[in-house]
């Protein structure tokens, strides 16, 4: 094993070289410009798992394909029949956010730039700089020709930003290939390199689209304004009725079947070791703001939400253009948490605005994706294993925190492999994921391959 | 005289061809890139007007040009001497609004489409067709020999769109020049061809953005979420507040100073010959909406509104983006009516805004442009001349209107010349002024020509 560790450490110039090779890739699965970026990447990756000597093959499907790379001389898994060897799942994406809005970026999103332990650019903490140190600890096994106690297959998938739409279909069709005693995901994130996390809770999600339509084109405000509703008035007006001053949702049936929060698990939340002022400082608010009777760690980890992610309507260029616009529009997410349906709350959320929406107005609501929260026990087995890992790698006492964000896939996982998620976030919360200027520490890509190396020992101990 | 009409009528395709020339201009006075456009119209202004046989030429402005053509041999006129003939002014300006959105043109905006008895442009009813009518009626006097029983000078400036901003300066520098005894506008618009109009009353407006700025950058909204106040939420909530569910504004202040309707005012909007289905119709909307206790004619025309031009926030590209926006914007024109002052509207909005704005954002107020309101008596001797011409030219008995729109330089006229506006629009209510597929009619165009002919013979009886 001191083996593959000193392989790690020896090496780390040209894993970060690698690594720079996978972010130039503007692998952007939202815009379908970027299509070819997104396929060249998947191919790099294949190439890349073979050249370590894993058996790595590209699994097409009906949105941007799914890299699958597997251990070599896997032990037969066969129904029935407990296996000689275990078999655990490593999941990542290798799919980004949209870089948008550029100019505020410091480096081009898809220039990889290191500054010190930091290296910038887009999907390096999200995901790519963290799936990538599995790959590293894998390749460490088999390079210096150190036995796996276990079988490993990496699923890395091409659509996890525009919400995983192939990946369960692509389970079900390999539900045999992929029979497993857990998933092992790196997709979220640790309070700082002194903190180690396991993250036991995930936040669902349910997207949508509102517009409202009002006249048949833009009008001439002088001529027309005062005797013709203003659709983004009207959006406003009606975007102001779905939540009340203190941050709580006023739309009837939005809470109906959330799952109060433990004792254990207020103290959990507690123990996260970042302090309200340094939340507002790390955002740069002027104040923070949630919802009565909850820490802002509660809030941003285990209540739901109604956001709204962009506003569109009108002129929005140089200068005035004084019309009332046709139409306005708002792009919406709302966070779920257990145990809420994404499809009650669709339907809650659009009986709620049906009924609000003024006569004057015609509603259209788009359906976005949606996910269910997911929550798994943090006093079992697997939890454990996946503790002394990070312990071991980091020299420091992990901790347990739910986080805000969604992996949706995590349920797919848990409903079509019957497989627990063991989440082990690499990334830190001043990262900037989904933002300009994302980055991702280097302490963590290295630290984080030792965890993955000592996992795989943990885990069949 | 009646070779001054001949040679309108005998003309109109010529008249026609050099009106697409003036069209084809891109002279979107709001966009910096069309600057090179803006230039090149005024100067090929200058050049036609050269060609008409008047003395032309271009002022240059701190923005956009003016050109200014004159009617050969004018009459001396000193202050306190009665001069030997009357002087007019007539304004229009070459400038015009931005084309976008580009796709819900059914031709390019530069490029003229003539179908029937209508010409599709940008600019083609605002206000190019309209202040081509009147040098076209100039040329048929000074092309046939006729006398012209006054005077004229044509004041065409380039920034009517973006608020006028050089033509103060402009006209109190030219004081002396300018010294008029009335100032002759088309910018407005009739009902229909069969009600020619005066319009003896404008509503003036106060421009201004708002930006909520909230996290110091786009942040994830499912890593936090919940523990941050959205500033696309922030704004809609603001927003939502400044009217009520009628249209009413509810900005202490707002309606401080406005002049109470007139019966004789209230009698004259009736008389305007729209329906409100005809208008629900001709607006494309499901209903019609407006202050209670005024008709929409009253709405839109006599009352003050506080209508949204665009919402801009976050992410508006194709797909979903799952951010809490760092900042989100809306473009305000509020419409004034008599006697309101816009600097006091801008105040008490500002400090409504101000007191509104929760402590989770920071407002920022950027100030656009403002203009008060204007009203003209309707039963002085000028407008009974302009009712003679339209309604000679037009055969159909003229109605007198006020009409929703802005023309700030109405006010300027009055204050630095001291001179009255006739404002004798050739615009029809669908002309989609400010829209897509912006159209002018031909009947208005050359009816006006006619109208413009017969003025100065009424103007001088």
Request: hydrophobic share 35%; net charge positive; with cysteine.
């Amino acid at each position: 094993m001191q083996s593959v560790l000193d392989y790690l450490q020896k090496n780390q110039s040209r894993f970060l070289a690698e690594l720079c090779e996978y972010l130039r890739f503007a692998s952007v699965s939202a815009q379908p410009k970027h299509k070819p970026d997104v396929q060249a990447c998947a191919a790099w990756l294949v190439a890349h798992c073979r050249q370590i000597g894993l058996d790595a093959r590209l699994c097409e499907t009906p949105g941007h394909p799914i890299v699958v790379a597997k251990t070599p001389n896997a032990a037969p898994r066969t129904p029935g029949k407990k296996p000689a060897r275990k078999h655990f799942v490593v999941y990542g994406h290798y799919d980004v956010q949209p870089p948008e809005p550029l100019e505020l970026w410091q480096s081009p999103p898809f220039e990889p730039r290191i500054e010190g332990p930091i290296i910038y650019a887009r999907g390096s903490t999200d995901d790519k700089g963290q799936n990538f140190a599995h790959l590293k600890a894998v390749e460490a096994y088999l390079k210096t020709g150190t036995p796996l106690p276990c079988d490993l297959t990496l699923v890395l998938e091409g659509e996890e930003e525009v919400g995983s739409e192939s990946l369960g279909g692509f389970l079900k069709e390999h539900r045999r290939e992929l029979d497993c005693d857990a998933v092992v995901i790196s997709d979220t994130g640790m309070p700082s390199l002194k903190h180690p996390a396991l993250t036991y809770g995930l936040r669902g999600m349910m997207a949508f689209e509102i517009t409202l339509h009002g006249p048949a084109r833009d009008l001439h405000s002088g001529v027309f304004g005062g005797a013709v509703e203003n659709p983004a008035m009207a959006l406003a007006r009606l975007l102001a009725r779905v939540r009340d001053d203190r941050g709580r949702v006023t739309i009837p049936g939005f809470y109906d079947d959330v799952k109060p929060l433990s004792k254990f698990e207020r103290q959990q939340a507690a123990r996260y070791p970042v302090t309200d002022a340094q939340l507002k400082k790390l955002l740069g608010v002027p104040q923070l703001f949630g919802e009565h009777g909850f820490t802002p760690t509660e809030q941003r980890s285990a209540r739901p939400t109604f956001e709204i992610n962009g506003l569109t309507s009108g002129y929005q260029g140089e200068g005035s253009k004084t019309i009332i616009p046709a139409w306005a529009r708002a792009k919406i997410t709302c966070r779920l948490v257990p145990n809420q349906d994404p499809k009650h709350v669709r339907q809650v959320v659009t009986n709620y605005l049906k009924k609000i929406c003024p006569p004057t107005m015609r509603l259209e609501i788009t359906a976005g994706h949606g996910a269910e929260a997911y929550q798994v026990s943090p006093t079992g087995p697997l939890a454990q294993a996946a503790l002394r890992a990070l312990e071991s790698a980091f020299s420091a006492k992990p901790i347990l925190i739910r986080e805000g964000g969604s992996i949706p896939i995590v349920n797919e996982f848990k409903r079509i492999l019957g497989a627990d998620s063991l989440l082990l976030g690499l990334g830190l919360p001043d990262d900037n994921a989904h933002s300009p200027n994302e980055k991702f520490h280097l302490g963590c890509f290295e630290k984080g391959q030792r965890m993955s190396a000592l996992l795989w020992q943990e885990l069949t101990r």
